[in-house]
Nanobody, 124 residues
Framework: QVHLVESGGGLVQAGGSLRLSCAASGRTVNNYGMAWFRQPPGKEREFVASINWSGGSTNYADSVKGRFTISRDNTKNTVSLQMNSLKPEDTAVYYC?????????????????WGQGTQVTVSS
């Protein structure tokens, strides 16, 4: 069973940066597709970014393209999300997710394992 733990969230001013990390334990996620989703206050969970098992394929939501970068380190069993030029509308709980099939998926239903989330708050 894969256990995911997110870290790196916090409060930042608009225009600032944060780096989220997701550490996997229980088993290696080297063959898993990984992603970040977020859930803004009062809204449904939405796709942010995903990366396939090798790191060779990524996808981004239009709202974060050019500002966020997803990466992974298979030697450390971790996935990261570098967030730059943050906006108040990026405020949300950010979740790490793992997909057994290894692809770079954008749908929540493709992911079999989820972390508990980390809060990101961007002040204006």
């Amino acid at each position: 069973q894969v256990h995911l733990v997110e870290s790196g969230g916090g409060l930042v001013q608009a225009g600032g940066s944060l780096r989220l990390s997701c550490a996997a334990s229980g088993r290696t996620v080297n063959n898993y597709g990984m992603a970040w989703f977020r859930q803004p206050p009062g809204k449904e969970r939405e796709f942010v970014a995903s990366i396939n098992w090798s790191g060779g394929s990524t996808n981004y939501a239009d709202s974060v393209k050019g500002r966020f970068t997803i990466s992974r380190d298979n030697t450390k069993n971790t996935v990261s999300l570098q967030m730059n030029s943050l906006k108040p509308e990026d405020t949300a709980v950010y979740y790490c997710a793992a997909a057994l099939w290894g692809g770079s998926y954008t749908l929540t239903t493709s992911y079999t394992n989820w972390g508990q989330g980390t809060q990101v708050t961007v002040s204006s």
